[in-house]
């Protein structure tokens, strides 16, 4: 049984960490003038969080960009590793074989599933950025490229390393969890290369989405989180796999229940339909539409235009590596 929860995005102003940015700001102007320190505070911060039209064309075009590039890039990868694979293969016999800790290490390592390394890899990314959010110093630099508004002072970059980030410890743990309970029907259909192609492009669209919406409700409050991606999983998941069963995350250990995968999907964009009516603010809702309908055009569509499109790809990559283009 596959295991979901409603509860995966997080606007930033809810944590203590944007907050406590915020109030550095004010106190370092008030150093300067404290007559006009709040109302040059203000203005300083609301002109660098607010919503600008001009930027949205910036998202446009990068998302247009970005997501064909993360989908070449990793079909690029999947060759790439195939092709050294093959050469360890043909060459393991003349190599010597590692002896102590680092022996001991890469034998644990290669003792995992390929879903398991994946899984690791991917959450230990995710915990780095975690913690960078712990550094003072670099709070500025991660409201910048790891949080996601289409405002000057964010760059287009956030659109696809929000889904990364994570400030909150429950939102990360709760997201990571989420996230490895979907890449195990992922992975044996796509392959890593192909399921992370997925969940950045998915993590770059609902950004695009919820810059769209949020130039239309003049919203100011920038969101992270891998939520964007990680629906666009769900979604394709449940579209392949109808008739799986599905139960909330943590509430199914208190109250048994379940339900049809694609009783969740319809589930899902209810919820955030329902919440982008009533303005609810504590989940980014347009972001969450955004990934479940990358994930809706992937499963039905997408996934045979990537593989025709792999396909012309490596074959000309092929003929790059070995020289006969």
Same mark, same amino acid.
């Given at each position: !049984?596959?295991?979901?929860?409603?509860?995966?995005?997080?606007?930033?102003?809810?944590? *203590?960490?944007?907050?406590?940015?915020?109030?550095?700001?004010?106190?370092?102007?008030?150093?300067?003038? *404290?007559?006009?320190?709040?109302?040059?505070?203000?203005?300083?911060?609301?002109?660098? #969080?607010?919503?600008?039209?001009? =930027?949205?064309? *910036?998202?446009?075009?990068?998302?247009?960009?970005?997501?064909?590039?993360?989908?070449?890039?990793?079909?690029?990868?999947?060759?790439?590793?195939?092709?050294?694979?093959?050469?360890?293969?043909?060459?393991?016999?003349?190599?010597?074989?590692?002896?102590?800790?680092?022996?001991?290490?890469?034998?644990?390592?290669?003792?995992?599933?390929? /879903?398991? *390394?994946? =899984?690791?890899?991917? /959450?230990?990314v995710n915990a780095v950025v975690f913690l960078m959010w712990r550094v003072p110093a670099l709070q500025p630099f991660m409201l910048r490229y790891f949080t996601h508004l289409p405002a000057k002072s964010h760059s287009v970059l956030g659109g696809t390393l929000c889904g990364l980030s994570h400030s909150s410890g429950l939102h990360f743990l709760v997201? !990571?969890?989420?996230?490895?309970?979907? /890449?195990?029907? !992922?992975?044996?259909?796509?392959?890593? #290369?192909?399921?992370? +192609?997925?969940?950045?492009?998915? +993590?770059?669209?609902?950004?695009?989405?919820?810059?769209?919406?949020?130039?239309?409700?003049?919203? !100011?409050?920038?969101?992270?989180?891998?939520?964007?991606?990680?629906?666009?999983?769900?979604?394709?998941?449940?579209l392949t796999f109808p008739d799986s069963k599905l139960a909330i995350a943590f509430v199914d250990q208190i109250i048994p229940h379940s339900f049809s995968a694609e009783s969740a999907v319809i589930g899902i964009v209810l919820f955030d339909l329902l919440g982008i009516l009533l303005r609810w603010k504590l989940l980014d809702h347009a972001g969450h539409l955004g990934g479940v309908a990358f994930g809706v055009w992937y499963a039905k569509y997408g996934h045979e235009f990537y593989r025709d499109y792999r396909n012309k790809l490596l074959q000309f990559w092929h003929g790059v590596r070995t020289g006969k283009n």
């Open positions: !049984m596959f295991v979901f929860t409603f509860r995966l995005l997080s606007p930033v102003q809810s944590s *203590k960490i944007f907050q406590g940015c915020t109030k550095r700001n004010a106190t370092n102007t008030s150093r300067q003038s *404290k007559k006009s320190t709040d109302k040059k505070g203000q203005d300083v911060e609301v002109n660098a #969080e607010r919503p600008q039209t001009s =930027t949205i064309v *910036k998202h446009v075009v990068y998302t247009a960009v970005a997501v064909p590039t993360i989908f070449t890039g990793c079909a690029i990868w999947q060759y790439e590793r195939i092709r050294n694979e093959s050469f360890l293969l043909r060459h393991q016999r003349w190599q010597q074989k590692e002896m102590g800790i680092r022996d001991h290490i890469n034998s644990i390592w290669n003792s995992l599933s390929p /879903v398991q *390394k994946f =899984t690791y890899t991917f /959450v230990g997201n !990571m969890y989420v996230f490895a309970s979907f /890449v195990h029907p !992922m992975m044996p259909l796509f392959g890593k #290369e192909q399921t992370l +192609a997925v969940f950045l492009g998915g +993590a770059t669209f609902s950004s695009l989405v919820s810059a769209i919406f949020r130039l239309s409700t003049k919203s !100011m409050i920038p969101s992270l989180g891998a939520s964007g991606g990680i629906l666009t999983l769900v979604a394709i998941t449940c």
